[in-house]
């Protein structure tokens, strides 16, 4: 999958149309939908018309003047990215006339622009200096004496581009993109004429503007007027291999531009089906951690974590590591063990791991990170529509009317889906947002929410419910749908408990703070106003009804025949890249890849055939119940692959005593993380740059992960579970991930028609695919549910334990921001953390003036849980009553005052939630005293493992 | 296992099938519930517990719990 650097640019976005359009160009017949530009239309036949200021990616502007055509029985010069093709026309792209006027045009433009080609960055891969070789133009007759702007001043503040107004040609790709693309209009064209400059906001720098370094009108610049820094320091790239982002749950498809084994820049490739050229700084920019000197690239052990860190060859460490796991189960079951699948790893390698739990190990004790984020979205979308992920394609928000954003940031947790659905909505269609804090959607750049239901936190379910209760007792559902489509005993007995008076919007409204004529408000425009599509993120999960909330979701778009078509549907904002894939693999204790449950005998018999050994038919422990065990002493050993519980985990304190207790951690991952710090074994992990692969983003869409460069621990993350398996007495042999792929291939069967080879050929694939869907399937339950028929439960508002009093009066929930990701382990390793260098405590000015808080000041959050000290933001998207903080630097402790409150059918921690009190203090909590003493200790052992390699 | 967190998990997948009107299925569906989702540990844990009266449990969760299945065939 090695390819060449440039892609070829038709010139103007693709038209959809059943009317085709016949036409010749220069003698040659060519076909094209209707609607579609003469200048792509030539582009398709194979005829290069010059261009500058037109891309395939953004709406023609037609401002250069360079694309002029002769059409016959038209007077004049046309330009051709603007003029759409009709039927019977005749053009001609070149001709004497033609030539001298491009030639003018080209030579007005090389006058007011450096002549610097040589030694200039874009070198070899410039519109400009293609257009003027295309044109062929000799000589500049007006000088380069007059007025021009080469000595404009250089822009460097971005971390990763840089912006020369001396070589700008004012083709407005760049503003076009930063409004059409990314939406976020932060690029305008100053003054008129000559004087006619690109400025980001109101002549500010790029780093002080509404710029989010999404890089797509850096991507769009014809010229190296907006250039990757990386381009600058290390030159044009000389091949390309596409890959997938690490990040998050939108699953960009990348060419990884390199030079060598280097990395020079990473592009968003046009035809990924997720992200379609789109990108955000995080994927496009953040990707320097791979290389960055925190990697650890040699296995370690310890006998205890007092102990320093000696250096072992991974022989060493693997046979130490099977040996403790071995002695463990010997001495205190089998089920004392168990292990950790990671979202951030490819399906491969996480298909793995859970084998090597359930066939290595013989128990069932294997669970993931969803566990703390979207296991309610598998629970309650299994239980309601019968399959475990969301329905529809990225693409389908596009058909959407209304928008229904339910606790989740779009623009900031999956920013180019948030592009996506901002362009949306600046073609009309309408939108509701469900959340605590006013989200930049609620009221941003040529977006506006039609109704924000701002509720206080926790009370999700009875806003569902009352939505769901208007639309039942005003008689606004899709009776006919219902009737056909979904259980009618089941409907029967949900529509008698959402017609209770106690679910309607009045009774709730004193529960919920959102007033009763807002939720009548929304759930007319959703039922009525054509297309509704529910979004929905974190806000929903992670709460103690978070699979109450994901049942309700479903059951109002089943109420309103929202679901089975595209526009439509339920879709859960997955958080990590491989969420949906890790769960997927069977990452979850109680059930078998493809969902099936382990008391299944007749699933069981199929992967005990395959597997070679006998599988244990009971559930295993989930995290949370891991721990508890290892507390109690019941458990004892862990391999945990690419994640951070330490961290990410609620009640840190908690989650350490519990590894503390254990006598073998075992780490697989980049960095020494916070869980590392507790481990005895430590194996190097590889970056999803140094391996094959593939990650399910949250459409379903299995896309291929790329090897770019040499693993730099010597071993991909899936060669060391196989070594560990082996080790333990269980063989494995494969010989590459595609045989992985072929094995889950084999045993899933929602996954029959899914290989490597088929990847390639398609790009990406949704599951199901398989005899009945041989491409995948963009939408699920068209004509029927997975389950057969749609199931309503009944979803009782039950209010969560963790209650604000006098002691603890406010409520603290936790989210995400943009530029840093997660646990922040990759992106606090990059200049992202130039915009967020440190998580704040957001908190409203009421709140803050009745405490005596100003802002940037220390403020002490002390929970049930424990307490920890940040500095205060003070700011209006709070409402009164809310504080707010990120959780992406580990000194922050957010995760000190989260309860060990937890979804009642999935243990889903309730990080949304937590009452709080927040007083100005002076100096860091106790927690993060000790956490610093431990944190310098655990660095101190791992330096002394340097000074003995010296 | 701590049973103060089993017997808190217990009650929490009682409550959301109070609004059940059926009580034999509400028995049933929670019951189920912890049979599909907890370990053999963790079931043994909690049969042990209502044997010896259930103390913490709600009426609902106390009564389900007896429906629930105790592995058989688990080596663990
Ligand atoms: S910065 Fe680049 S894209 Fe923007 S107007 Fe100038 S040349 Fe065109
Ligand atoms: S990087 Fe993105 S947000 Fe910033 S100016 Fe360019 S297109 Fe706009
Ligand atoms: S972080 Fe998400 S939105 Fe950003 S580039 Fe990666 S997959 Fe795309
Ligand atoms: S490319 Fe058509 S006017 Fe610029």
Request: proline share 5%.
């Amino acid at each position: 999958m090695i390819q060449t650097i440039r892609w070829k640019d038709l010139g103007t976005p693709a038209r959809v149309s059943e009317k085709t359009v016949d036409l010749e160009v220069d003698g040659i017949a060519v076909t094209v939908p209707d609607g579609t530009s003469v200048l792509r239309a030539a582009a398709e036949a194979g005829i290069s018309i010059p261009k500058l200021c037109a891309t395939d990616s953004l709406e023609p502007f037609g401002s250069c003047r360079l694309c002029l055509v002769e059409i016959e029985g038209r007077k004049g010069y046309p330009a051709s990215c603007t003029t759409p093709v009709t039927e019977g026309m005749v053009v001609h792209t070149q001709t004497t006339a033609l030539a001298k006027i491009r030639r003018g045009v080209m030579e007005l433009y090389i006058s007011d622009h450096p002549l610097d080609c040589l030694t200039c960055s874009a070198n070899g891969n410039c519109e400009l200096q293609d257009m003027a070789g295309a044109v062929g133009l000799r000589e500049v007759r007006y000088g380069y004496d007059g007025e021009n702007h080469l000595k404009a001043e250089k822009d460097t503040s971005n971390p990763y581009f840089t912006f020369d107004p001396a070589k700008c040609i004012v083709c407005s790709r760049c503003v076009r993109a930063c409004e059409e693309t990314q939406g976020t209009f932060a690029l305008t064209i100053d003054g008129r004429g000559f004087a006619s400059m690109v400025s980001p906001g109101q002549k500010q720098d790029f780093m002080d503007s509404e710029c989010v370094s999404c890089g797509a009108c850096v991507q769009a610049c014809p010229t190296a007027t907006l250039m990757e820094k990386s381009v600058i320091d290390m030159g044009q790239p000389e091949h390309s291999v596409v890959t997938t982002c690490a990040y998050c749950g939108v699953g960009c498809s990348f060419r990884a531009e390199m030079k060598g084994n280097e990395i020079v820049r990473m592009v968003p490739d046009q035809n990924g089906q997720a992200n379609r050229g789109h990108s955000c700084v995080k994927g496009r920019f953040a990707f320097g951690y791979a290389k960055h000197p925190d990697r650890i690239t040699t296995p370690m052990i310890r006998a205890k974590i007092t102990d320093p860190w000696k250096e072992v060859s991974w022989d060493e460490a693997i046979s130490h590591a099977a040996s403790e796991f071995k002695r463990i189960q010997s001495q205190h079951g089998r089920g004392a063990v168990g292990g950790i699948t990671s979202s951030r790893c490819t399906n491969e390698e996480t298909y793995l791991v859970q084998k090597l739990v359930r066939a290595a190990f013989g128990n069932n004790n294997v669970d993931t990170c969803a566990r703390v984020c979207h296991s309610p979205t598998g629970y309650g979308l299994k239980a309601t529509l019968g399959e475990s992920a969301g329905t529809q394609s990225f693409d389908s928000v596009m058909k959407s009317d209304v928008v229904v954003v339910i606790g989740a940031n779009p623009t900031d947790g999956h920013p180019v889906f948030g592009s996506r659905l901002k362009r949306r909505l600046r073609e009309g269609a309408q939108l509701i947002v469900v959340d605590p804090r006013s989200i930049d959607l609620v009221d941003g750049p040529h977006v506006k929410a039609a109704f924000h239901l701002k509720l206080r936190p926790g009370t999700n379910v009875a806003v569902v419910n009352s939505l769901a209760h208007v639309i039942i007792t005003e008689g606004l559902e899709n009776a006919a749908f219902v009737a056909e489509r979904c259980d009618t005993k089941e409907y029967a007995k949900w529509r008698a408990f959402i017609s209770e008076d106690r679910n309607s919007p009045e009774a709730l409204e004193e529960i919920t703070g959102v007033p009763a004529a807002m939720v009548r408000g929304a759930a007319r425009l959703y039922a009525q106003g054509g297309n509704g599509a529910i979004y929905y993120g974190l806000g929903v999960t992670e709460h103690s009804q978070g699979s109450t909330m994901v049942m309700g979701i479903a059951n109002l778009a089943m109420a309103t025949g929202n679901i089975g078509r595209e526009g439509v549907g339920v879709n859960p904002l997955r958080g990590q890249n491989n969420v949906q894939g890790s769960c997927d693999m069977g990452s979850f204790p109680h059930e078998l890849p493809g969902y099936r449950h382990v008391s299944d005998s007749i699933t069981r018999g199929l992967f005990e055939n395959a597997w070679g050994v006998k599988l244990e038919p009971e559930p295993g422990l989930r995290i949370p119940n891991m721990l508890d065990a290892a507390i109690d002493g019941s458990f004892r050993g862990i391999y945990i692959q690419g994640e951070d519980i330490a961290q990410s985990d609620p009640d840190t304190q908690h989650v350490t005593a519990a590894l503390e207790a254990m006598e073998c951690v075992v780490v697989q991952d980049l960095f020494l993380n916070e869980t590392a710090k507790y481990a005895h074994v430590f194996l190097p992990g590889s970056s999803f740059l140094e391996k094959n692969g593939t990650f399910t983003n949250a459409e379903r869409r299995i896309s291929p992960v790329r090897k770019v460069m040499p693993a730099l621990g010597g071993k991909e993350d899936w060669e060391a579970t196989v070594a560990l398996a082996n080790a333990l007495g269980y063989p494995m042999h494969y010989k590459h991930p595609s045989e992985i792929m072929d094995e889950i291939a084999r045993l899933t069967p929602t996954f029959t028609g899914v290989s490597f080879a088929r990847l390639d050929e398609l790009g990406s694939i949704q599951w199901p695919c398989n005899e009945q869907a041989p491409d995948g399937t963009p939408t699920m339950h068209i004509d029927e549910f997975v389950r057969g028929k749609g199931r309503f439960v009944i979803t009782e508002y039950v209010p969560t334990e963790e209650r604000t009093s006098r002691k603890f009066p406010l409520i603290l929930t936790t989210g995400r921001i943009l530029s840093q990701y997660n646990v922040g382990a990759q992106t606090r390793r990059t200049a992202n953390s130039m915009w967020h260098d440190e998580d704040r405590l957001e908190i409203h000015p009421s709140d803050a003036e009745l405490r005596g808080i100003q802002e940037g000041q220390w403020v002490g959050i002390r929970s049930r849980a424990g307490e920890t000290v940040l500095r205060a933001r003070i700011t209006e998207r709070m409402q009164p009553g809310v504080v707010y903080t990120t959780f992406h630097f580990p000194e922050s402790g957010a995760n000190v005052i989260t309860t060990d409150n937890s979804d009642w059918a999935t243990n889903c921690p309730e990080y949304k939630v937590t009452a709080v009190q927040v007083e100005p203090v002076t100096q860091p909590s106790e927690w993060q005293q000790r956490f610093k003493r431990f944190s310098e200790e655990q660095a101190e052992l791992l330096a002394k493992r340097e000074a003995a390699r010296a | 296992m701590d049973i103060k967190r089993l017997v808190g998990m217990a009650n929490d997948i009682a409550r959301f099938y109070t609004a059940e009107p059926d009580h034999e299925v509400a028995l049933d569906e929670i019951a189920g519930h912890i049979t599909r989702f907890w370990d053999p540990r963790m079931r043994r844990a909690l049969a042990d517990h209502v044997a010896g009266g259930g103390e913490g449990l709600s009426d609902l969760a106390r009564e389900a719990a007896k429906r629930v299945k105790l592995p058989v065939g688990s080596v663990l």
